[in-house]
């Protein structure tokens, strides 16, 4: 079975850039979250979908993220514009269910803004 | 506020120590706490623990949960260098459907 796939597995991109980052989350699974991970603060949560739907956007750190899922096999998370405190790996995972059970994450996408 | 802590942040072992890695956390309507494993990528799922006492084991990995306490361990006996990885521990809460994890510990596990 096909994880979690996301895209780009690796970007560098000039400050004030925009950055869109891929996922298409486990099929049949309905939660869907966005992760970011820095050596300081750890595995943060920035966003999760349920039934496409936004829950929970609280961790979103500012105005410059965005996040949207059209349909239940692909999400985006927007960056405009990336700064270089952006720089961070973004995961992707996807659960099945109403309520985070087991999540499987995809292999990040490694952000670099110079 | 959800949070979740865990204890040591890092740890340097020699091959065949046994290691104890320590999570507690405080949540409202906690519903399951998770244990994983991070190497280069992205971290693989290892226990999830909704029951106090209960020992879930695999291979030389075991863990339990404490429900009393707000806390679990994972124990890992024998050691061996590819047990050197970051193990990450998640909380949710049956309020919201949202994984917290802890800062991680750091293993590493010299020959």
């Known amino acids: 079975d096909a994880g979690v796939i996301q895209s780009p597995r690796h970007e560098v991109t000039e400050m004030g850039q925009e950055v869109t980052l891929r996922c298409k989350p486990i099929?049949?699974?309905?939660?869907l979250f966005w992760y970011r991970q820095t050596m300081m603060r750890g595995l943060e949560l920035l966003i999760y979908?349920?039934?496409?739907?936004?829950?929970?956007d609280s961790g979103m750190p500012e105005d410059r993220f965005s996040a949207k899922m059209p349909n239940a096999s692909f999400s985006t998370l927007k960056i405009q514009p990336s700064e270089p405190r952006d720089s961070a790996v973004y995961f992707c995972?996807?659960?099945?269910?109403?309520?985070?059970?087991?999540?499987?994450f995809g292999e990040g996408s490694w952000l670099t803004v110079v | 506020e959800d949070k979740v802590v865990q204890s040591p942040l890092s740890l340097v072992v020699h091959e065949g120590d046994t290691v104890t890695l320590n999570c507690s956390y405080e949540v409202t309507n906690f519903r399951s706490l998770l244990w994983y494993k991070q190497e280069k990528k992205a971290p693989t799922f290892l226990f999830m623990l909704t029951s106090s006492g209960i020992e879930k084991k695999s291979g030389r990995l075991s863990s339990i949960l404490d429900k009393k306490e707000l806390s679990s361990i994972l124990n890992i006996t024998a050691t061996q260098t590819g047990d050197s990885a970051i193990y990450l521990c998640?909380?949710?809460?049956?309020?919201?459907?949202?994984?917290?994890f802890g800062q991680g510990t750091t293993l590493q596990v010299k020959p």
């Open positions: 099929s049949g699974h309905n939660s």
């Open positions: 998640a909380v949710s809460s049956s309020n919201t459907g949202k994984l917290i």
């Open positions: 995972a996807s659960s099945r269910g109403d309520i985070a059970n087991t999540i499987y």
């Open positions: 979908f349920n039934n496409n739907v936004p829950i929970d």
